[in-house]
């Protein structure tokens, strides 16, 4: 018998959400503005549960483990096939990854046949990852996954890496099976004591042995509804998640160099192992510790190992440690006997029901608006511009 907690979690043993009740006809007969009010209030809850002043892992290593299993081929949820589908997610992701983690890296591992194969090792570079990405999947999908193999293989690449930095796993798995060599919770136990968090997004049903790896790993499991939620629940992982109590501080050596153009040309050590010309040029960054050329940043030097970055790539790591508060909900009639109607991110009328004020500035916000500063921009323009006044 399960406790009331784990019968919370299963959607039969709870009352139907009767979402078709809260989408009205507008105005003009459409139901569009009420589909977009609701997926606007779901996107503020998760803006709500952001707080500031929490210890983060900034410096990420996340490896993804992607089913490559025959199961792959259905196409129940996710069209036209659940592999062509996730390889598209995952490719959005990858890009959104790097560009909120910018000093944190990615590696893909890929299961079937009752194997980890290696797609690609940990990098910064998002390019990278999505060519091998799309390189791989074209062989398609087949046989049996291993979860063992790949979470061995994935405790080999992130067990030697420094315990001050976030060292994470996330499984897209779409099989109800595994085919594992021997004990799959002596692995478990292994990411356990090296503090490896380990996430589960699964793309059938749910699965005990994930629930189990997930939960004695403190990562997160969910089971999507559609493709829309598949989304949604891969972009929830871009943030990065609270370091754990037992996690050693440490203070990391960093480089910053610049954009130098020399009378002469050299080969970056990006594309030394290609057989082609690329990155054979006068311009690029030079390690400050080294001499070493590279061609973009953030990236480890690998000659000297000084991790080399810039300064906007620690800007936008700094919005994760401090978030930009949630403006306040205000019903358009609190707000008629104003006359400044005009929202001061777009400019135009506000002609939602619904308006956001902001608590520090009191400038009034759209709906549009507030969720591109608070996801994107991550400053308030009305704050910014009476501060340079």
């Not at 620690?314 to 019903?331: D, G, I, T, W």
């Amino acid at each position: 018998m399960g406790t009331a907690e784990d019968e919370a979690s299963f959607r039969w043993l709870n009352e139907y959400e009767k979402t078709w009740e809260a989408i009205q006809e507008d105005d003009d007969g459409l139901l569009q503005s009420s589909i977009d009010e609701i997926v606007h209030q779901a996107k503020r809850k998760r803006l709500l549960v952001r707080k500031g002043n929490v210890r983060l892992g900034m410096m990420r290593h996340l490896y993804i483990i992607l089913d490559m299993s025959k199961s792959m081929k259905e196409s129940d949820l996710l069209r036209p096939s659940r592999l062509a589908c996730l390889t598209k997610l995952l490719e959005n992701f990858i890009v959104e990854y790097f560009d909120q983690n910018p000093i944190s890296q990615l590696g893909i591992i890929a299961t079937r046949n009752k194997r980890a194969e290696k797609i690609t090792d940990l990098s910064g570079n998002p390019n990278i990852h999505i060519a091998a990405l799309q390189n791989f999947v074209k062989s398609g999908p087949e046989g049996e996954p291993s979860l063992q193999n790949s979470l061995d293989m994935a405790l080999q690449f992130l067990g030697h890496l420094p315990k001050h930095a976030s060292r994470e796993i996330l499984i897209v798995f779409g099989s109800l099976t595994t085919c594992d060599p021997g004990d799959i919770f002596t692995t478990i136990n292994n990411l356990k004591n090296e503090n490896i968090r380990c996430s589960v997004l699964g793309l059938s049903a749910e699965i005990k042995l994930c629930k189990t790896i997930s939960s004695e790993t403190n990562g997160i499991y969910n089971v999507i509804l559609d493709e829309k939620h598949c989304n949604d629940l891969l972009l929830e992982h871009i943030r990065p998640p609270a370091a754990k109590l037992n996690v050693e501080a440490s203070l990391v050596r960093m480089g910053f160099p610049q954009h130098i153009s020399n009378t002469y040309p050299a080969l970056c050590l990006c594309h030394i192992e290609l057989k082609n010309m690329q990155g054979f040029n006068c311009t690029g960054y030079f390690c400050p510790q080294c001499k070493n050329k590279y061609c973009e940043l953030p990236v480890e030097c690998k000659v000297c190992g000084l991790t080399l970055v810039s300064a906007p790539h620690l800007a936008r790591s700094y919005q994760h440690l401090f978030p930009l508060p949630p403006f306040e909900e205000v019903r358009r009639i609190e707000t008629a006997t104003n006359k400044n109607s005009i929202c001061q991110g777009c400019q135009r009328n506000c002609i939602d029901a619904i308006v956001y004020i902001c608590k520090e500035c009191k400038e009034m916000f759209c709906n549009d608006c507030d969720m591109f500063i608070h996801e994107t921009l991550h400053t308030c323009p009305g704050c910014t511009s009476k501060q340079q006044l």
